[in-house]
């Protein structure tokens, strides 16, 4: 069973991340990494953050000679800010000691003041260098394995952006052929006269000192029947997809397929009828309102899903209404480094946690202590 664990904090040393479950053989670079995390960093709205760290990625084990050894796979990404500032160095120190500055005045909307209730803390940094989506720069090396494995039996996952604050593109979807294009939008959008709008949005809530939510679409081509299991709630393919992406910092809605919209629909018109192609020798659909998945199983179609993320709650523009926890008095939240809109970075994240999903349960039902043996049970295991 493929699964996977990240460590590190947003200004600390380094993150890492430990994929288990991968089988022997798989053709992994630094390289491999290095451009997943290198499109995690793109998007029109990102602060000044994104040019002062670079991921300095380290496989550190389970990697020899550019091919996994089924073991434990460890990956460290360097924070080169924390190396070139004293600031970091003091703050983020791990021997005994304490701050000179600590954070009492909690950001609504973030992790920092439930994280100090919850773990009695009385610095909110405490609380928001883990919350951080920093963290996600691990996942992302995490997926960039389950995506080399994936690729092996013919999946491909990407993702566009769909919204960016009230302006929502209508155009058809891109393949994975597409993904470069995808990629050299701004904004991550495959519609190019959307995207236009969607810069504007974003250029007008910068000039406001605001800041912008949006949707994006993954979608999942080349998923094979059978992931994920009707038998047990723990097993369904969309609870694991919805799980993975609500676990991402800011998202607040996940969309299997066209789910809300069909909830307003008749049954007639809300469900992918379903037909037999004697040319290809297989069942089709002609929609994807069910996104793929049918009774918590891929069912061979199109794999689509869609994360809503919230604007995020730290502004340029005076901050929202708090209070001091020490003081207990009326405030104005304190200010990090942000970003007016983390909606295009976030779709490389939600890629991530797709073909993590994806990858596990093909491990799960496919098997195997090497590439070749889990390549050979798949194309053997082809139902029709």
Known sequence: MLRFLTAGESHGQALVVI??????????????????LSRRRLGF?????QRFEQDEVILVGGVRHGRTLGSPVAIEIKNTEWFRSDKW??????????????LTR?????????GMQKYGFDDAR????????????????????????LRNIGVEVLSHVIQMGPVRSDASRPVFADLAVVDESPVRCFDSDAAARMIAEVELAAKEGDSLG???????????????SHVHWDRKLDASLAQAIMSIQAVKGVEIGDGFEVAG?????????VRWDDRAGDYTRDTTLAGGTEGGISNGGLLVVRAAMKPLATLNKPSLPTVDVVTKDAAVSFKERTDVTAV????????????????????????????????????NASVR
């Open 89 to 102: 160095h003091d703050e983020m120190n791990p021997a005994p000691g304490s701050t000179k500055a600590p």
């Open 126 to 149: 405490d609380v928001l260098e883990r919350a951080s989506a920093r963290e996600t720069a691990a996942r992302v090396a995490a997926g960039t394995l389950a995506k080399l494995l």
């Open 265 to 273: 629909r008749r049954g007639s018109a809300a469900h992918d009828a």
């Open 214 to 228: 949006g949707v994006v679409e993954v979608l999942g081509y080349g998923v094979p029947v059978g992931l994920g």
């Open 106 to 114: 909690v950001r609504p909307g973030h992790a920092d003041l439930a």
């Open 45 to 49: 709205g990102r602060g000044p953050r």
């Open 19 to 36: 994929v288990e479950g991968l089988p022997a053989g798989l053709s992994v670079t630094v390289e491999d990494v290095q451009s997943e």
């Open 344 to 379: 295009p970075a976030m779709g490389v994240v939600a890629e991530t946690m797709v073909a993590l999903v994806l990858a596990a349960e093909a491990q799960r039902k496919f098997g195997g202590d090497s590439l070749a043996e889990f390549c050979r049970n798949a194309a």
